[in-house]
Structures are given as C-alpha cells and as structure tokens.
C-alpha cells in the first residue's frame, strides 16, 4: 500500500520565525501533482501550495514555498514569517498508483504558532 | 467560487439509526469522495465515484454505503451506526484531469454515535 509519511505530529513555531514541515511519499507514478493542505480548527481544507513533479523549480506561494526532491520523494514545506493563523494541520497527500483522480494522506502535523 | 456542501456540520445519532450524510458540489465534478478522520490517523478514504451511479471501495468502506444518483450529490451512508463510527467526515470533489487532482474539501460534519 502506498504511504504518506509526516514524521512530525507536532511541530510548534515562534511568530515570525520560520518552520518547516517534512513529508515523504511513495508513487510509481511519473507525472503527477503533490500539494499542501492546511485545515485550521474550522475544519476546513485549504489548498496552500501544489508543485508539479515535472516541474523542477520549486512552488512558492508568497510566505509558503516547498523543496520537492523527486528521486528522494520528498516534498517539505516552508514557512516564512509565521503567523498566528497559520496555526492547523498540515497534510501533504500523494497519488495512488494507477488512479489518477485519488490521493493518499498521511497522519498530519500539527502546527502551533507562539505569540 | 468553487463550493462543497455537506448538509450538517454536528449530528448526533443512536447506536442503530441509520444515518445520512450528504455532500452536494456545484462544480459539475465527475470525481466525488467520502473521508473519515481520525486523530492520530489522518483522513482515510472511504469511497469513491467517479460518476453517476459509480462506486468504488477505499479503504475503509465496511459498515458504509454510498449513493451516486446525479453527479452534484454523493451520500454516505451508515445502515446501522455504531459507536465506533463516531468521526469527522469529510466530502471532498475533483474534476475529471488525467494528472492535475486537486480536491476540493466540504467543511465537515462531525458524528457522535451515542
């Protein structure tokens, strides 16, 4: 079964400081997508980031940016000038082998931002 | 703007009831799916459809039933609930891309099964 692994559960950051979020993953597959999605206590799901595994350039999305490393299936977020709203869970979910259309999640790290 | 629906955010129900949870989209997205969450575990995937009257079993799909009978609204279903089903469920839709699948998240329904 293919996995998704976050190996931080918790991580928690200064305001203003910056963190980052480690995720691997494991996909036969050669073109795909991988993202970050946040979900703060509203229990929502936000997109924060998605890179194209093509792509060797990394995403960067204004405070947010990621460091793929596809040979090593690797795939960190980085948070600049952390913010209190930035307090959630991170999931970075990978695709399934042969599927397209679904992803598999990990279990999450939880961030929490210090004031 | 890109909008998921699930029809209650709470619910509380009896050992035994059978339970509805809905998810409608407006987005005209073949891909629909049904997540259950846990602390600790992360999101599991319960079923999926890819279109009208099409299912298929994810992970976790025992004790769960689902309904595809137009492409906005996908239903899970618990035909008789247990404790053990107590969760948070999440509905979650993608268009039909060959690689891009970003899904797009429901706000969640949190169950209890008393």
């Known amino acids: 079964a293919q996995t998704v692994t976050q190996s931080q559960p918790e991580m928690s950051v200064q305001e203003a400081e910056t963190v980052t979020l480690s995720c691997t993953y494991d996909?036969?597959?050669?073109?795909?997508?991988l993202f970050w999605y946040k979900q703060p206590p509203s229990r929502q799901m936000i997109l924060v980031i998605r890179q194209e595994a093509y792509k060797q350039q990394n995403a960067t999305e204004n405070r947010f940016s990621v460091n793929f490393q596809k040979a090593a299936k690797s795939f960190s977020l980085k948070i600049s000038d952390s913010q209190l709203g930035d307090a959630a869970m991170y999931f970075c979910?990978?695709?399934?082998?042969?599927?397209?259309?679904?992803?598999?999640f990990g279990k999450g790290t939880k961030l929490t931002v210090n004031p | 703007d890109v909008k998921v629906t699930q029809s209650s955010r709470y619910l509380v129900k009896r050992t035994g009831e059978k339970v509805f949870l809905e998810c409608v989209q407006d987005?005209?997205?073949?891909?629909m799916f049904w997540y259950r969450q846990d602390p600790g575990l992360g999101l599991r995937l319960i079923y999926f459809s890819y279109d009208v009257k099409m299912k298929e079993k994810g992970d976790i799909p025992e004790g769960y039933s689902v309904s595809r009978e137009k492409k906005e609204r996908f239903s899970l279903i618990l035909e008789s609930a247990s404790t053990n089903q107590t969760s948070m469920y999440l509905c979650a839709s993608t268009p039909l891309r060959e690689t891009y699948n970003e899904q797009f998240f429901g706000p969640g329904t949190r169950l209890t099964v008393l």
């Open positions: 979910p990978s695709p399934t082998q042969g599927g397209s259309e679904k992803l598999v």
């Open positions: 987005m005209d997205h073949e891909n």
């Open positions: 996909t036969s597959e050669s073109d795909y997508y």
